[in-house]
Protein backbone atom coordinates (compact mmCIF):
# COMPACT_ATOMS: atom_id res chain seq x y z
CA UNK A 1 0.00 0.00 0.00
CA UNK A 2 1.23 3.24 -0.70
CA UNK A 3 1.95 5.75 2.03
CA UNK A 4 2.63 9.41 1.34
CA UNK A 5 4.98 11.64 2.81
CA UNK A 6 4.09 13.72 5.67
CA UNK A 7 3.34 17.29 4.03
CA UNK A 8 1.40 15.36 1.18
CA UNK A 9 -1.12 13.39 3.81
CA UNK A 10 -1.55 16.67 5.50
CA UNK A 11 -2.14 18.47 2.58
CA UNK A 12 -5.20 16.43 1.52
CA UNK A 13 -6.38 16.41 5.24
CA UNK A 14 -6.38 19.88 5.05
CA UNK A 15 -8.40 20.15 1.66
CA UNK A 16 -11.10 17.17 3.10
CA UNK A 17 -11.52 19.44 6.56
CA UNK A 18 -11.87 22.37 4.83
CA UNK A 19 -14.55 20.70 2.67
CA UNK A 20 -16.24 19.58 5.36
CA UNK A 21 -15.97 22.93 7.14
CA UNK A 22 -18.58 24.43 4.65
CA UNK A 23 -15.41 25.98 3.01
CA UNK A 24 -15.92 26.53 -1.11
CA UNK A 25 -12.90 26.13 -3.66
CA UNK A 26 -9.37 25.30 -2.11
CA UNK A 27 -6.20 25.34 -3.22
CA UNK A 28 -2.60 23.34 -2.15
CA UNK A 29 0.92 24.93 -2.62
CA UNK A 30 3.85 22.51 -3.15
CA UNK A 31 7.27 23.71 -4.33
CA UNK A 32 8.27 21.90 -7.27
CA UNK A 33 9.15 18.25 -7.00
CA UNK A 34 7.26 17.62 -4.15
CA UNK A 35 4.73 15.10 -5.84
CA UNK A 36 1.87 16.97 -6.67
CA UNK A 37 0.75 14.34 -9.68
CA UNK A 38 0.82 11.55 -6.62
CA UNK A 39 -1.25 13.97 -4.15
CA UNK A 40 -3.97 14.61 -7.32
CA UNK A 41 -3.96 10.79 -8.09
CA UNK A 42 -4.43 10.05 -4.13
CA UNK A 43 -7.21 12.69 -3.89
CA UNK A 44 -8.91 11.23 -7.05
CA UNK A 45 -8.83 7.69 -5.39
CA UNK A 46 -9.87 8.58 -1.87
CA UNK A 47 -12.88 10.66 -3.35
CA UNK A 48 -13.99 7.57 -5.74
CA UNK A 49 -14.00 5.38 -2.68
CA UNK A 50 -16.08 7.90 -0.63
CA UNK A 51 -18.55 8.73 -3.54
CA UNK A 52 -18.05 6.33 -6.45
CA UNK A 53 -20.24 8.11 -8.93
CA UNK A 54 -18.01 11.38 -8.78
CA UNK A 55 -17.31 12.61 -11.90
CA UNK A 56 -13.62 14.45 -11.94
CA UNK A 57 -11.92 16.36 -14.08
CA UNK A 58 -7.74 17.17 -14.13
CA UNK A 59 -7.40 19.80 -16.38
CA UNK A 60 -4.03 21.48 -17.11
CA UNK A 61 -2.21 23.79 -19.72
CA UNK A 62 0.28 21.14 -20.59
CA UNK A 63 -0.31 17.94 -22.63
CA UNK A 64 3.01 16.62 -21.20
CA UNK A 65 1.49 16.99 -17.39
CA UNK A 66 -2.14 15.70 -18.88
CA UNK A 67 -0.23 12.54 -19.96
CA UNK A 68 1.70 12.46 -16.48
CA UNK A 69 -1.03 12.90 -14.01
CA UNK A 70 -3.13 10.08 -16.32
CA UNK A 71 0.36 7.80 -15.87
CA UNK A 72 0.55 8.53 -11.97
CA UNK A 73 -3.35 7.69 -11.38
CA UNK A 74 -3.44 4.57 -13.67
CA UNK A 75 -0.15 3.01 -12.01
CA UNK A 76 -1.79 3.95 -8.29
CA UNK A 77 -5.51 3.03 -9.74
CA UNK A 78 -5.05 0.60 -12.75
CA UNK A 79 -8.65 -0.44 -13.04
CA UNK A 80 -10.13 2.97 -12.34
CA UNK A 81 -12.71 4.40 -15.26
CA UNK A 82 -10.12 7.27 -16.21
CA UNK A 83 -9.10 8.33 -19.87
CA UNK A 84 -7.81 11.38 -21.18
CA UNK A 85 -9.14 14.58 -23.26
CA UNK A 86 -6.06 15.95 -25.33
CA UNK A 87 -6.06 16.94 -28.80
CA UNK A 88 -2.30 16.93 -28.67
CA UNK A 89 -1.94 13.22 -27.28
CA UNK A 90 -4.38 12.39 -29.90
CA UNK A 91 -7.16 11.23 -27.19
CA UNK A 92 -10.65 12.30 -26.93
CA UNK A 93 -11.97 9.83 -24.09
CA UNK A 94 -15.20 12.05 -23.31
CA UNK A 95 -17.30 9.45 -21.60
CA UNK A 96 -14.48 8.63 -19.00
CA UNK A 97 -15.77 9.33 -15.81
CA UNK A 98 -12.06 10.62 -14.38
CA UNK A 99 -11.30 12.45 -17.28
CA UNK A 100 -7.44 14.12 -17.85
CA UNK A 101 -7.56 16.75 -20.15
CA UNK A 102 -5.74 19.83 -21.86
CA UNK A 103 -7.20 23.34 -21.36
CA UNK A 104 -6.90 23.71 -24.87
CA UNK A 105 -9.11 21.04 -25.84
CA UNK A 106 -11.95 20.72 -23.17
CA UNK A 107 -13.03 24.70 -22.48
CA UNK A 108 -15.85 24.61 -24.99
CA UNK A 109 -16.54 20.69 -24.94
CA UNK A 110 -19.35 20.20 -22.05
CA UNK A 111 -21.69 19.51 -24.45
CA UNK A 112 -19.77 16.72 -25.31
CA UNK A 113 -17.72 15.44 -21.94
CA UNK A 114 -20.81 16.59 -19.67
CA UNK A 115 -20.48 18.55 -16.40
CA UNK A 116 -17.99 17.37 -13.61
CA UNK A 117 -18.61 17.12 -9.80
CA UNK A 118 -15.06 18.50 -9.54
CA UNK A 119 -12.68 20.10 -11.44
CA UNK A 120 -8.39 20.02 -10.14
CA UNK A 121 -6.67 22.23 -11.85
CA UNK A 122 -2.87 21.45 -11.70
CA UNK A 123 0.12 24.23 -12.27
CA UNK A 124 -3.05 26.45 -11.55
CA UNK A 125 -0.64 29.61 -11.58
CA UNK A 126 -1.38 29.50 -15.08
CA UNK A 127 -4.82 30.85 -14.58
CA UNK A 128 -5.16 34.71 -15.78
CA UNK A 129 -7.04 37.16 -14.63
CA UNK A 130 -8.53 37.53 -17.40
CA UNK A 131 -11.96 36.01 -17.72
CA UNK A 132 -11.51 35.74 -21.88
CA UNK A 133 -8.85 32.76 -21.29
CA UNK A 134 -9.82 29.21 -22.18
CA UNK A 135 -9.53 29.10 -18.10
CA UNK A 136 -12.30 32.09 -17.03
CA UNK A 137 -14.21 30.86 -20.25
CA UNK A 138 -14.45 26.68 -18.99
CA UNK A 139 -15.29 27.80 -15.76
CA UNK A 140 -17.42 30.47 -16.43
CA UNK A 141 -19.50 27.67 -18.82
CA UNK A 142 -19.92 25.34 -15.90
CA UNK A 143 -20.88 27.69 -13.56
CA UNK A 144 -23.92 28.60 -16.22
CA UNK A 145 -24.36 25.38 -16.96
CA UNK A 146 -25.52 24.43 -13.01
CA UNK A 147 -27.03 27.73 -12.77
CA UNK A 148 -29.99 26.47 -15.35
CA UNK A 149 -30.08 23.41 -13.14
CA UNK A 150 -30.82 25.49 -10.20
CA UNK A 151 -27.67 25.20 -8.40
CA UNK A 152 -24.93 27.25 -9.09
CA UNK A 153 -22.52 25.99 -6.81
CA UNK A 154 -22.57 22.03 -7.63
CA UNK A 155 -19.24 21.62 -9.00
CA UNK A 156 -16.31 22.35 -6.97
CA UNK A 157 -13.07 23.30 -7.56
CA UNK A 158 -9.41 22.87 -6.35
CA UNK A 159 -6.08 23.64 -7.43
CA UNK A 160 -2.57 22.79 -7.50
CA UNK A 161 0.72 25.21 -7.52
CA UNK A 162 3.95 25.47 -6.45
CA UNK A 163 3.26 29.37 -6.40
CA UNK A 164 -0.36 30.70 -5.13
CA UNK A 165 0.25 33.82 -7.31
CA UNK A 166 -0.59 34.44 -11.41
CA UNK A 167 2.05 34.58 -13.40
CA UNK A 168 0.88 37.60 -14.54
CA UNK A 169 -0.74 39.34 -11.68
CA UNK A 170 -1.33 38.82 -7.62
CA UNK A 171 -2.66 36.31 -5.73
CA UNK A 172 -4.57 33.42 -6.56
CA UNK A 173 -7.25 34.35 -3.82
CA UNK A 174 -7.48 37.94 -4.00
CA UNK A 175 -9.41 40.29 -5.55
CA UNK A 176 -13.41 39.88 -6.48
CA UNK A 177 -12.98 37.69 -10.21
CA UNK A 178 -10.58 34.76 -7.99
CA UNK A 179 -11.36 31.69 -8.64
CA UNK A 180 -10.09 30.19 -5.50
CA UNK A 181 -11.17 31.03 -2.02
CA UNK A 182 -8.34 29.94 0.31
CA UNK A 183 -4.97 28.51 0.57
CA UNK A 184 -6.08 25.40 2.46
CA UNK A 185 -2.60 24.18 2.97
CA UNK A 186 1.11 25.07 2.00
CA UNK A 187 4.44 24.18 2.78
CA UNK A 188 7.89 26.04 1.79
CA UNK A 189 10.63 25.62 -0.74
CA UNK A 190 13.19 25.40 2.19
CA UNK A 191 11.25 23.39 4.89
CA UNK A 192 11.44 20.27 2.25
CA UNK A 193 15.36 21.17 1.18
CA UNK A 194 15.91 20.90 5.07
CA UNK A 195 14.16 17.52 5.25
CA UNK A 196 15.93 16.10 2.46
CA UNK A 197 12.77 15.97 -0.29
CA UNK A 198 14.40 18.72 -2.34
CA UNK A 199 18.10 19.99 -3.30
CA UNK A 200 18.83 23.02 -2.56
CA UNK A 201 19.74 25.80 -5.23
CA UNK A 202 23.14 28.00 -4.67
CA UNK A 203 24.13 30.89 -7.01
CA UNK A 204 27.23 31.57 -8.62
CA UNK A 205 28.87 34.67 -9.36
CA UNK A 206 28.11 36.36 -12.96
CA UNK A 207 29.77 39.07 -14.60
CA UNK A 208 27.78 38.59 -17.61
CA UNK A 209 24.50 40.67 -17.37
CA UNK A 210 22.07 41.90 -19.56
CA UNK A 211 21.75 45.84 -19.27
CA UNK A 212 17.90 46.16 -18.60
CA UNK A 213 18.47 49.90 -19.60
CA UNK A 214 15.87 51.26 -21.89
CA UNK A 215 14.01 48.08 -21.83
CA UNK A 216 10.10 49.02 -21.64
CA UNK A 217 7.62 47.11 -19.65
CA UNK A 218 4.01 45.68 -21.46
CA UNK A 219 1.53 43.89 -19.59
CA UNK A 220 3.81 43.81 -16.24
CA UNK A 221 6.53 42.49 -17.61
CA UNK A 222 9.79 43.17 -20.03
CA UNK A 223 8.56 43.54 -23.62
CA UNK A 224 10.25 40.86 -25.34
CA UNK A 225 11.77 41.22 -28.19
CA UNK A 226 13.40 44.62 -26.46
CA UNK A 227 14.71 41.94 -23.92
CA UNK A 228 15.93 39.75 -26.57
CA UNK A 229 18.12 42.10 -28.28
CA UNK A 230 20.05 42.89 -24.75
CA UNK A 231 20.51 39.35 -24.09
CA UNK A 232 22.21 38.93 -27.97
CA UNK A 233 24.96 40.94 -26.11
CA UNK A 234 25.87 39.33 -23.50
CA UNK A 235 25.45 35.20 -24.48
CA UNK A 236 29.19 34.54 -25.70
CA UNK A 237 30.53 35.77 -22.45
CA UNK A 238 27.62 34.48 -20.20
CA UNK A 239 28.26 31.16 -21.90
CA UNK A 240 32.27 30.92 -21.34
CA UNK A 241 31.22 32.02 -17.18
CA UNK A 242 28.55 29.37 -17.47
CA UNK A 243 31.30 26.49 -18.72
CA UNK A 244 33.47 26.95 -16.29
CA UNK A 245 31.14 27.41 -13.48
CA UNK A 246 29.19 23.58 -14.62
CA UNK A 247 32.94 22.45 -15.14
CA UNK A 248 31.58 19.41 -12.61
CA UNK A 249 27.55 19.74 -13.75
CA UNK A 250 25.72 16.48 -14.99
CA UNK A 251 22.83 18.39 -16.79
CA UNK A 252 21.66 21.76 -17.26
CA UNK A 253 18.52 24.32 -18.14
CA UNK A 254 19.00 27.74 -20.50
CA UNK A 255 16.18 29.46 -20.59
CA UNK A 256 16.17 33.08 -22.55
CA UNK A 257 13.62 35.77 -24.26
CA UNK A 258 13.29 34.55 -27.57
CA UNK A 259 14.09 31.39 -30.66
CA UNK A 260 16.84 33.83 -31.80
CA UNK A 261 18.75 33.52 -28.19
CA UNK A 262 17.89 29.82 -27.62
CA UNK A 263 19.64 29.51 -31.23
CA UNK A 264 22.49 31.49 -29.87
CA UNK A 265 22.99 29.72 -26.57
CA UNK A 266 23.02 26.33 -28.59
CA UNK A 267 25.72 27.38 -31.15
CA UNK A 268 27.88 28.92 -28.21
CA UNK A 269 27.45 25.98 -25.94
CA UNK A 270 28.28 23.59 -28.74
CA UNK A 271 31.22 25.76 -29.63
CA UNK A 272 32.78 24.66 -26.42
CA UNK A 273 32.10 21.15 -27.24
CA UNK A 274 29.20 20.22 -25.09
CA UNK A 275 26.33 18.73 -25.84
CA UNK A 276 23.14 21.04 -26.55
CA UNK A 277 19.72 20.95 -28.22
CA UNK A 278 17.26 24.21 -28.52
CA UNK A 279 13.61 23.09 -27.80
CA UNK A 280 11.31 25.99 -29.84
CA UNK A 281 8.41 26.35 -31.80
CA UNK A 282 10.21 25.45 -34.59
CA UNK A 283 10.90 21.71 -33.64
CA UNK A 284 8.42 21.40 -31.03
CA UNK A 285 7.27 18.08 -33.03
CA UNK A 286 10.66 16.91 -32.00
CA UNK A 287 11.06 17.82 -28.26
CA UNK A 288 9.73 14.39 -26.93
CA UNK A 289 12.64 12.73 -28.69
CA UNK A 290 14.87 15.57 -27.44
CA UNK A 291 13.49 15.16 -23.99
CA UNK A 292 14.12 11.64 -23.84
CA UNK A 293 17.80 11.82 -24.93
CA UNK A 294 18.13 14.34 -22.08
CA UNK A 295 17.14 11.88 -19.83
CA UNK A 296 18.91 9.53 -20.82
CA UNK A 297 22.29 11.51 -20.28
CA UNK A 298 22.62 11.56 -24.02
CA UNK A 299 22.45 15.52 -24.31
CA UNK A 300 24.24 17.38 -21.97
CA UNK A 301 21.87 20.82 -22.08
CA UNK A 302 18.65 22.35 -23.41
CA UNK A 303 17.98 25.60 -23.83
CA UNK A 304 14.35 27.26 -24.57
CA UNK A 305 12.11 29.83 -24.11
CA UNK A 306 8.55 29.00 -22.62
CA UNK A 307 8.79 25.11 -23.22
CA UNK A 308 9.94 24.01 -20.03
CA UNK A 309 8.88 25.95 -17.14
CA UNK A 310 6.49 23.88 -16.06
CA UNK A 311 5.85 19.84 -16.88
CA UNK A 312 9.45 19.46 -17.48
CA UNK A 313 10.32 16.49 -15.04
CA UNK A 314 14.48 16.56 -15.02
CA UNK A 315 15.89 14.99 -11.69
CA UNK A 316 19.28 14.99 -13.07
CA UNK A 317 19.77 19.09 -13.90
CA UNK A 318 22.35 20.72 -11.65
CA UNK A 319 22.74 23.93 -13.25
CA UNK A 320 20.35 26.49 -14.27
CA UNK A 321 21.31 29.69 -16.15
CA UNK A 322 18.90 32.71 -16.74
CA UNK A 323 19.15 35.03 -20.06
CA UNK A 324 16.25 36.56 -19.40
CA UNK A 325 14.66 39.47 -17.27
CA UNK A 326 11.04 38.82 -15.77
CA UNK A 327 9.21 41.03 -13.23
CA UNK A 328 6.61 37.76 -13.17
CA UNK A 329 7.28 36.12 -9.49
CA UNK A 330 6.03 33.79 -10.46
CA UNK A 331 7.89 32.70 -13.64
CA UNK A 332 11.04 33.10 -11.91
CA UNK A 333 10.24 30.58 -9.51
CA UNK A 334 8.54 27.99 -12.15
CA UNK A 335 12.49 28.04 -13.64
CA UNK A 336 14.28 27.21 -11.00
CA UNK A 337 12.09 25.19 -9.52
CA UNK A 338 13.70 22.70 -12.58
CA UNK A 339 16.74 22.20 -10.47
CA UNK A 340 14.99 21.06 -7.09
CA UNK A 341 14.33 17.70 -7.55
CA UNK A 342 16.13 15.04 -5.89
CA UNK A 343 18.80 12.54 -7.72
CA UNK A 344 21.24 10.48 -6.47
CA UNK A 345 24.70 11.91 -5.85
CA UNK A 346 22.94 15.42 -6.72
CA UNK A 347 23.94 17.61 -3.66
CA UNK A 348 22.90 21.14 -4.85
CA UNK A 349 21.73 22.41 -8.16
CA UNK A 350 23.96 25.54 -9.43
CA UNK A 351 22.08 28.95 -10.84
CA UNK A 352 23.45 31.52 -13.04
CA UNK A 353 21.37 34.59 -12.81
CA UNK A 354 21.95 37.14 -16.35
CA UNK A 355 19.42 38.47 -15.82
CA UNK A 356 19.43 40.52 -12.67
CA UNK A 357 16.28 38.45 -11.93
CA UNK A 358 17.20 37.77 -7.73
CA UNK A 359 18.42 40.89 -7.08
CA UNK A 360 14.85 42.29 -8.54
CA UNK A 361 12.75 39.53 -6.33
CA UNK A 362 15.11 38.48 -3.86
CA UNK A 363 15.68 34.58 -2.51
CA UNK A 364 12.63 33.02 -4.43
CA UNK A 365 11.59 31.61 -0.89
CA UNK A 366 11.03 34.97 0.62
CA UNK A 367 8.60 36.57 -2.51
CA UNK A 368 5.74 37.55 -1.03
CA UNK A 369 3.95 39.53 -4.01
CA UNK A 370 1.95 42.42 -2.60
CA UNK A 371 -1.64 43.00 -2.64
CA UNK A 372 -2.51 44.64 -6.45
CA UNK A 373 -4.68 47.21 -4.13
CA UNK A 374 -1.34 48.17 -2.25
CA UNK A 375 1.36 50.53 -2.52
CA UNK A 376 4.65 49.92 -3.21
CA UNK A 377 6.04 50.13 0.47
CA UNK A 378 9.21 50.90 0.70
CA UNK A 379 11.33 52.89 -2.23
CA UNK A 380 14.21 51.21 -3.88
CA UNK A 381 17.60 53.10 -3.02
CA UNK A 382 20.49 53.17 -5.35
CA UNK A 383 24.60 53.50 -4.16
CA UNK A 384 25.81 57.15 -4.07
CA UNK A 385 28.77 55.53 -6.03
CA UNK A 386 32.91 56.03 -4.50
CA UNK A 387 34.22 54.62 -8.05
CA UNK A 388 33.20 57.84 -10.24
CA UNK A 389 32.77 61.45 -10.30
CA UNK A 390 29.93 62.96 -11.01
CA UNK A 391 29.47 66.29 -13.55
CA UNK A 392 31.07 68.69 -10.96
CA UNK A 393 34.08 66.42 -10.10
CA UNK A 394 32.62 65.19 -7.42
CA UNK A 395 32.86 61.84 -5.44
CA UNK A 396 30.28 59.84 -4.38
CA UNK A 397 30.01 58.82 -0.42
CA UNK A 398 28.60 55.49 -0.81
CA UNK A 399 25.64 56.23 1.01
CA UNK A 400 21.89 54.42 0.03
CA UNK A 401 19.99 57.05 -1.48
CA UNK A 402 16.13 56.57 -2.56
CA UNK A 403 15.38 55.95 -6.12
CA UNK A 404 13.90 59.03 -6.80
CA UNK A 405 16.41 61.56 -6.33
CA UNK A 406 19.15 62.93 -8.32
CA UNK A 407 21.07 64.25 -5.75
CA UNK A 408 22.79 62.60 -2.73
CA UNK A 409 21.41 63.96 0.15
CA UNK A 410 24.59 63.07 2.00
CA UNK A 411 27.47 64.43 -0.02
CA UNK A 412 25.43 66.46 -3.07
CA UNK A 413 26.74 63.60 -5.49
CA UNK A 414 24.62 64.46 -8.96
CA UNK A 415 23.54 61.25 -10.67
CA UNK A 416 23.78 61.13 -14.28
CA UNK A 417 20.03 60.70 -15.90
CA UNK A 418 19.16 57.28 -16.65
CA UNK A 419 15.93 55.24 -17.23
CA UNK A 420 18.01 52.07 -16.02
CA UNK A 421 16.41 50.14 -13.27
CA UNK A 422 18.31 50.28 -10.47
CA UNK A 423 18.06 47.76 -7.48
CA UNK A 424 19.94 47.67 -4.24
CA UNK A 425 21.14 44.01 -4.59
CA UNK A 426 23.43 43.15 -7.47
CA UNK A 427 22.66 39.55 -9.29
CA UNK A 428 26.06 38.36 -8.31
CA UNK A 429 25.49 38.15 -4.40
CA UNK A 430 21.96 37.47 -4.01
CA UNK A 431 21.48 34.45 -3.15
CA UNK A 432 18.64 32.11 -4.79
CA UNK A 433 17.44 30.84 -1.49
CA UNK A 434 17.53 32.40 1.99
CA UNK A 435 18.43 29.69 4.17
CA UNK A 436 21.90 28.73 1.88
CA UNK A 437 24.19 27.13 3.88
CA UNK A 438 27.13 29.21 2.54
CA UNK A 439 26.66 32.84 2.77
CA UNK A 440 29.70 34.05 3.74
CA UNK A 441 30.93 36.80 1.92
CA UNK A 442 34.17 38.64 1.74
CA UNK A 443 34.10 42.66 2.71
CA UNK A 444 36.00 45.07 0.57
CA UNK A 445 35.53 48.13 2.17
CA UNK A 446 33.66 48.95 5.49
CA UNK A 447 32.36 52.75 7.06
CA UNK A 448 30.62 54.14 9.88
CA UNK A 449 28.76 57.07 9.46
CA UNK A 450 27.02 58.59 12.95
CA UNK A 451 23.22 57.91 12.06
CA UNK A 452 20.58 60.58 13.89
CA UNK A 453 18.43 59.57 16.59
CA UNK A 454 14.81 59.61 16.36
CA UNK A 455 11.92 61.30 18.25
CA UNK A 456 10.51 58.68 20.58
CA UNK A 457 6.63 58.63 21.59
CA UNK A 458 7.46 60.60 24.36
CA UNK A 459 8.74 63.37 22.56
CA UNK A 460 12.58 62.44 23.48
CA UNK A 461 15.41 62.25 21.18
CA UNK A 462 16.48 58.69 21.31
CA UNK A 463 20.85 58.69 21.23
CA UNK A 464 22.58 58.58 18.22
CA UNK A 465 23.24 55.61 16.22
CA UNK A 466 26.10 54.71 14.06
CA UNK A 467 25.26 53.11 10.57
CA UNK A 468 27.88 50.26 9.29
CA UNK A 469 27.93 49.65 6.04
CA UNK A 470 30.03 46.41 4.73
CA UNK A 471 30.70 46.29 1.08
CA UNK A 472 30.21 43.00 -0.46
CA UNK A 473 31.15 43.99 -3.98
CA UNK A 474 28.64 46.54 -5.17
CA UNK A 475 26.38 45.20 -2.37
CA UNK A 476 25.71 47.22 0.35
CA UNK A 477 24.47 45.56 3.70
CA UNK A 478 23.90 48.12 6.76
CA UNK A 479 23.73 47.24 10.26
CA UNK A 480 22.95 49.96 12.80
CA UNK A 481 24.99 49.83 16.11
CA UNK A 482 24.32 51.58 18.92
CA UNK A 483 26.72 52.70 21.68
CA UNK A 484 24.97 55.27 23.21
CA UNK A 485 21.96 53.09 24.06
CA UNK A 486 21.01 50.77 27.04
CA UNK A 487 20.30 46.76 27.05
CA UNK A 488 20.87 44.39 24.02
CA UNK A 489 21.39 47.71 21.77
CA UNK A 490 24.29 48.78 23.47
CA UNK A 491 25.79 45.13 24.61
CA UNK A 492 25.48 44.07 20.66
CA UNK A 493 27.95 47.36 19.93
CA UNK A 494 30.34 46.67 23.00
CA UNK A 495 30.76 43.36 21.70
CA UNK A 496 31.38 44.68 17.84
CA UNK A 497 34.40 47.05 19.46
CA UNK A 498 35.91 44.10 21.34
CA UNK A 499 35.79 41.44 18.95
CA UNK A 500 37.41 44.40 16.64
CA UNK A 501 40.25 44.81 18.74
CA UNK A 502 38.82 48.07 19.85
CA UNK A 503 40.24 49.41 23.10
CA UNK A 504 38.37 49.53 26.58
CA UNK A 505 36.79 51.62 28.06
CA UNK A 506 33.76 51.31 25.07
CA UNK A 507 32.58 54.19 23.24
CA UNK A 508 29.77 56.17 25.09
CA UNK A 509 28.38 57.52 22.29
CA UNK A 510 28.17 57.55 18.28
CA UNK A 511 30.70 60.47 18.29
CA UNK A 512 33.11 58.58 20.54
CA UNK A 513 32.65 55.73 18.16
CA UNK A 514 33.44 57.97 15.06
CA UNK A 515 36.73 59.64 16.96
CA UNK A 516 37.81 56.22 17.85
CA UNK A 517 37.05 53.97 14.78
CA UNK A 518 41.21 53.69 14.22
CA UNK A 519 41.63 51.28 16.92
CA UNK A 520 39.39 48.65 15.49
CA UNK A 521 40.52 45.90 12.86
CA UNK A 522 39.28 45.67 9.45
CA UNK A 523 35.85 43.20 8.98
CA UNK A 524 36.88 40.38 6.71
CA UNK A 525 33.48 38.69 6.20
CA UNK A 526 30.09 39.13 7.00
CA UNK A 527 27.27 36.51 6.94
CA UNK A 528 24.87 37.24 4.98
CA UNK A 529 20.78 37.19 5.98
CA UNK A 530 18.06 38.45 3.56
CA UNK A 531 14.75 40.13 4.81
CA UNK A 532 12.99 39.90 0.95
CA UNK A 533 15.30 41.32 -1.23
CA UNK A 534 17.46 43.49 1.49
CA UNK A 535 20.59 41.72 3.47
CA UNK A 536 22.12 42.51 6.26
CA UNK A 537 25.16 41.13 8.30
CA UNK A 538 24.22 38.45 10.46
CA UNK A 539 27.76 37.40 11.70
CA UNK A 540 30.80 38.81 10.84
CA UNK A 541 35.16 37.59 10.93
CA UNK A 542 37.42 39.97 11.52
CA UNK A 543 40.96 40.70 10.10
CA UNK A 544 43.12 39.47 12.59
CA UNK A 545 42.69 36.46 15.71
CA UNK A 546 40.06 37.81 18.00
CA UNK A 547 41.98 37.49 21.65
CA UNK A 548 40.70 34.48 23.90
CA UNK A 549 42.05 36.30 27.02
CA UNK A 550 39.86 37.79 29.71
CA UNK A 551 42.10 40.11 30.43
CA UNK A 552 41.77 43.88 28.63
CA UNK A 553 44.76 46.30 27.74
CA UNK A 554 43.83 49.61 29.31
CA UNK A 555 45.37 52.51 27.49
CA UNK A 556 46.35 55.57 29.69
CA UNK A 557 42.94 57.63 29.04
CA UNK A 558 40.98 60.05 31.04
CA UNK A 559 38.32 56.99 31.81
CA UNK A 560 38.87 55.86 35.11
CA UNK A 561 39.52 51.96 35.71
CA UNK A 562 35.95 51.28 37.73
CA UNK A 563 34.25 52.02 34.41
CA UNK A 564 36.54 49.64 32.59
CA UNK A 565 36.03 47.04 35.41
CA UNK A 566 32.25 47.55 34.99
CA UNK A 567 31.77 46.96 31.22
CA UNK A 568 34.22 43.59 31.53
CA UNK A 569 31.45 42.11 34.03
CA UNK A 570 28.54 43.38 31.85
CA UNK A 571 30.33 41.18 28.90
CA UNK A 572 31.65 38.57 30.34
CA UNK A 573 28.87 37.65 32.59
CA UNK A 574 26.57 34.28 31.45
CA UNK A 575 23.25 36.46 30.62
CA UNK A 576 24.49 37.84 27.83
CA UNK A 577 21.88 37.71 24.96
CA UNK A 578 23.89 36.06 21.71
Not at 28 to 37: D, E, Q, R, S
Not at 50 to 61: E, L
Not at 123 to 151: C, M, P, Q, V, W
Not at 316 to 345: C, E, H, M, W
Request: charged residues 25%; hydrophobic residues 35%; glycine residues 8%.
Amino acid sequence: MLVLRDYQRSALDALYEYWGAGGGNGLIVLPTGAGKALVIAKMIEELLQGYPDMRVFNVTHSATLVQQNYDEFIGLSPFAPAGIYSASLNRRDHHAQILFAGIQSVWNKLDVTGVPDLVIVDEAHAISRNSDTLYGKFFKAIRDYNKDRGDPDASRFCGLTATDYRLDSGRMTEGDDRLFDDVVYEIGLTDLIEAGYLTRLESVKTTAKINLKGIGTRLGDYITGQMSDAAELVIDAGIAEDMVSSENCNAALFFCASQANAIHIRDAIRAHGRSCEAVISENSDDAERIFADFKAGNIWAIVSVNMIYTGANFPRVDFISLYFGTKSAGKLVQALGRGTRNYPGKEFCLVADHGKNLSYHGPIDQIRPKDPTSGDGEQPKKICPIECTDVDGRTGCGEMVPISLMKCHCCGYVFPPSTEEKITVSSDTTPVLSKSLDMWRTVTRRSFAEHPGKEGADGNKKPDSVKTTFMVGMLAVNNWLCPGHTGFAKHKADRFWRDHGGQVPFPANAQEWLLRQLELNDTSEIELEYNGKYANARAYKTGTEATQSDEYYVPETRYAPAKVEAWTNVLDGDEIPF
